[in-house]
């Protein structure tokens, strides 16, 4: 067997192994205050003068000689004499020698001629801020390998110091390799891949205060990569490279590291993220990334952004972490630390956490996800009801104002959580695609606020109701008609194949493909495949399954399958043809305590709202007749 990585290092062991090895010049630079936000200061910082170097009136008054004063009280006024005993001041401006104290210009009152009379006494200082109050010159400021804050800033400014000096940002080259990868444009051609990770990266580092210079992307050639290699590292502090890290035939990275530098370690015990490279080329260090987004952007988060602090001699900030309850399974492999992009929102006041279980490939994944949490290396998982720390990618608040809906999918549901987002800024809808039958369990065990379902009783000929009943028994909650949609047949433009009916499906020429067991649009098909008394046997491409409305159609429109059941809206956002079967309902079943709640309340005016519902139907296939009615 090929042996493919050398190690499988622990990810903290590695880092430390990396920094280790690399040697780092860290170069200064003086530059302007003014442009010094968020720069690390390479030295001290020390007040070039004093702020206030005079003595400074601290309100808008009048300048007194506290002596002349000492008399003044409610039952003994005191006059003073005008530019005698005393001279209006302004906040800010200088006292004259001469006097010691201010009096606020309310407690003045003035003659006709213009003296003032007085009712209190004053001392002497009062109202008077000091030479030196807030800085005394030659005092410290701010201390070395300080990140510069504007209020830094101003108090450089303020103790006359116009100039800082600086710790250089650490230069780092991203070089993106990979004969399939493209620059970015609309409409890839067949085998093509948009280049896309490096925009990440340079986003991170510029965030992490690195100066970033991206390369031209470098074919699958050993020796054009280490050229490029080499260009990298003889101009930048950190070197990037991604993709090519792992096993493939043209997966080169990490000869090119040895062949002109050196490879620390290939190969970390996580998941994703296991074929990192840690190298160093003439002492500076090289991070080879997985090519998958997800891979890379734990990766990149790993090692370049304590690499990037580390150069900027600061220390990486944490993420914020919350404790909720997972709910449900999640696997993973041992001897591996797996990380796991989940979603969160708070269900009567706890926080549930639920996985997004998808590959290493979607970036969707990392857009969606609220968190992510950890399994380390020595389980195989963690069980449904585990109580488990999330590190935070999105806001606490967001989450604490989050709407929560696991359920079906459907095309409104995207339009709801934009109109949601429009409307009501500080919170949002959050929506789990799982199926109908998996949204009804949710909400029975309390794990979220409204499940959308859209379950056809093969008995009835009615939507949703029975199953409400049989399935929801312990979590009170009430029936909300959403939409009523138009479910077919999705086949390619013009219908090639001219299907037209139930029947079609079994023809040899027809590749269909299905939904998950317990989606409703498959138990659509279930019952007209009885009534039409057709076996699941019959027809090829039966047990291959999709989670959404949108993948079927994208199969059906890429050519990978001939058919497939689903909403008109999908077929028509694809470019497919749609031949309408069935008018179904989709509805919402809600918790009463969502119902009666604020966010309850929004919800219910979002789907009364006639531009929201005027938007859904435009998709094609709706009715929003009933839309908000209880049921
Ligand atoms: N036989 C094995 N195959 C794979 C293994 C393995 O252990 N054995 N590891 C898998 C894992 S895990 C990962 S992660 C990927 C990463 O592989 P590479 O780093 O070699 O990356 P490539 O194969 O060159 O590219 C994979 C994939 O990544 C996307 N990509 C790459 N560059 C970019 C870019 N600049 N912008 C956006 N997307 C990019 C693209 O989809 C590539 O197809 O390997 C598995 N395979
Ligand atoms: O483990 Mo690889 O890094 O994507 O998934």
């Known amino acids: 067997m090929r042996k493919v990585y050398l190690d499988n290092s622990p990810r903290f062991d590695a880092l430390d192994q990396w920094l280790k090895a690399c040697a780092f010049s860290i170069e200064k630079e003086i530059i302007n205050v003014e442009d010094a936000l968020h720069r690390v200061t390479s030295e001290a910082v020390y007040a070039h003068n004093s702020n206030p170097n005079f003595q400074a009136s601290a309100m808008d008054g009048i300048a007194v000689k506290a002596y002349k004063t000492y008399e003044a009280s409610e039952t003994n006024p005191v006059q003073l004499e005008k530019d005698q005993d005393f001279t209006p001041v302004d906040t800010g401006d200088p006292i004259p020698d001469e006097f010691d104290a201010v009096i606020m210009i309310e407690k003045v009152n003035y003659t006709d001629d213009g003296h003032a009379i007085i009712h209190h006494s004053v001392g002497p200082g009062q109202h008077v801020r000091a030479i030196g109050e807030d800085i005394v010159s030659k005092e410290l400021i701010i201390t070395a390998n300080h990140q510069i804050r504007p209020i830094d800033q101003a108090a450089m400014l303020a103790a006359g110091v116009l100039e800082v000096s600086v710790l250089k940002k650490p230069k780092v080259a991203i070089i993106p390799t990979g004969d399939e990868i493209v620059k970015p444009k609309k409409d890839p051609a067949r085998g093509e891949l948009i280049e896309f990770n490096s925009t990440i990266f340079k986003g991170y580092l510029t965030e992490w205060g690195a100066e970033v210079t991206v390369f031209d992307i470098v074919k699958d050639e050993l020796q054009i990569i280490e050229q490029a290699l080499a260009h990298a590292a003889n101009e930048h502090d950190l070197v990037i490279i991604n993709a090519g890290s792992s096993a493939g035939t043209e997966d080169y990275t990490v000869h090119a590291i040895k062949n002109i530098g050196e490879v620390i370690l290939h190969g970390i015990a996580t998941r ?64 591996s630390e797996e990380f796991v992009r989940v979603k969160v929102g708070y269900v009567n006041s706890k926080l549930i956490v639920t996985p997004i279980g998808s590959g290493a490939g979607v970036v969707m994944s990392l857009v969606l996800a609220d968190g992510l949490i950890t399994i380390p290396p020595e389980l195989e998982g963690y069980d449904a009801g585990t109580k488990i720390d999330v590190e935070l990618l999105t806001s606490p608040e967001l989450i604490k104002n989050t709407m929560v809906g696991i359920g079906s999918h459907d095309l409104s549901i995207d339009i709801l959580v934009d109109e949601a987002k429009q409307r009501y800024p500080k919170t949002r809808v959050s929506s789990a695609h799982v199926g109908s039958m998996a949204g009804l369990m949710a909400i029975e065990r309390g794990e979220c606020h409204f499940a959308g379902v859209h379950l056809l009783d093969a008995e009835t000929g009615e ?20 939409v009523y949609r138009q479910q077919g047949f999705i086949v390619a433009k013009g219908n090639p194949k001219g299907i037209e009916k139930i029947e079609d499906l079994i023809r040899d020429d027809i590749v269909y493909v299905n939904r998950q067991k317990g989606a409703g649009t498959r138990m659509l098909l279930d019952y007209m495949l009885r009534k039409h008394r057709i076996s699941a046997s019959q027809i090829a491409g039966y047990t291959r399954e999709m989670f959404t409305h949108s993948s079927v159609a994208a199969s059906v429109a890429y050519g990978a399958a001939d058919c497939a059941m689903g909403i008109r809206s999908a077929a028509e956002a694809m470019d497919c043809d749609f031949i309408p079967l069935y008018e179904e309902q989709y509805d919402f079943v809600m918790t009463e305590s969502f119902l009666d709640s604020e966010q309850g309340q929004m919800f219910m005016e979002l789907i009364k709202d006639p531009t929201v519902q005027k938007r859904i139907e435009s998709l094609g296939g709706y009715s929003c007749r009933d839309t908000g009615k209880l049921k």
């Open 463 to 482: 939507y949703n109701r029975s199953y409400v009943d049989k399935f929801v028994k312990t979590t009170p909650v009430k029936l909300v008609h959403f």
């Open 272 to 335: 994703p993220g296991k074929p990192t490279i840690l190298g160093k080329i003439a002492d500076k260090p090289v991070l080879g990334l997985p090519g998958y987004p997800v891979s890379a952007w734990l990766s990149l988060d790993w090692f370049a952004k304590p690499m990037v602090y580390h150069l900027r001699k600061l220390v990486p900030p944490e993420r914020p972490i919350l404790t909720g309850i997972l709910s449900k399974r999640v696997n993973s492999v041992f001897g």
